[in-house]
């Protein structure tokens, strides 16, 4: 463990009990709340730390995250910023306590709100398109195709339990079929029927 993560660690265990975070690994510091959870990973990269932000959806996995970011992506996102020791490692730890403060922990207390997490996957369907490849010298008297992008098919899944966590039944049968596409798995059929079923008792 180098010299800034243990520095780090002194101070995070001050801080986040505060807010709801309890040490769950040497490095690791986790939020359960009723739908979601967030996660703050102290990563040990040569000398230096990279603090990590992650949230998780239970019922989607209970140990993987659907979300996360840097916290030097937050403070600068056009330019790497590195939190590294030099020669007073408490110093550049409450560097990184001032940032988390600032601008990490808002960003977990909104991303580990159901509905903002839900409008993150909603917005990724509704990204700005990219932009075509250029065209190669043979191809330029065809016609210049269309810019567009299909979501991700992790999206649909996350969105599909987020919509269930909601009591969206309808939305999480939506989602979910546009996750498994035209040939599901005997456990995604599974996953309709029972949204199915959940939607004909609410229904009636």
């Known amino acids: 463990m180098n010299a800034l993560l243990k520095h780090s660690i ?5 801080l986040l009990p505060s807010h709801g975070y ?4 040497e490095d690791t510091y986790k939020k359960q709340l009723q739908s979601t959870f967030g996660l703050v990973g102290l990563v040990e990269y040569t000398d230096n730390v ?6 998780g959806l239970p019922v989607f996995d209970r140990d993987k995250v659907v979300l996360s970011t840097d916290l030097h992506v937050l403070v600068s996102p056009a330019k790497l910023v590195w939190y590294s020791p030099g020669h007073d490692p408490d110093a550049e730890a409450a560097r990184i306590e001032q940032d988390f403060i600032r601008l990490g922990l808002p960003w977990l207390e909104r991303h580990t709100q ?8 909603e917005a990724r369907l509704t990204t700005e398109p990219t932009a075509p490849p250029p065209k190669r010298w043979w191809q330029r008297s065809q016609p210049q195709p269309s810019a567009q992008r299909r979501p991700v098919p992790m999206t649909w899944r996350v969105l599909s339990y987020c919509y269930q966590e909601q009591g969206r039944w309808r939305e999480a049968l939506e989602a979910w079929r546009n996750y498994v596409g035209t040939a599901p798995s005997s456990e995604d059929q599974a996953r309709s029927a029972m949204l199915e079923a959940k939607i004909q008792s609410v229904t009636g």
């Open 50 to 55: 990279i603090p990590r932000l992650s949230v």
């Open 22 to 25: 309890v040490r769950v690994e």
């Open 114 to 121: 159901l509905d903002e997490l839900t409008r993150v996957f």
């Open 10 to 14: 002194i101070r995070f265990d001050r």
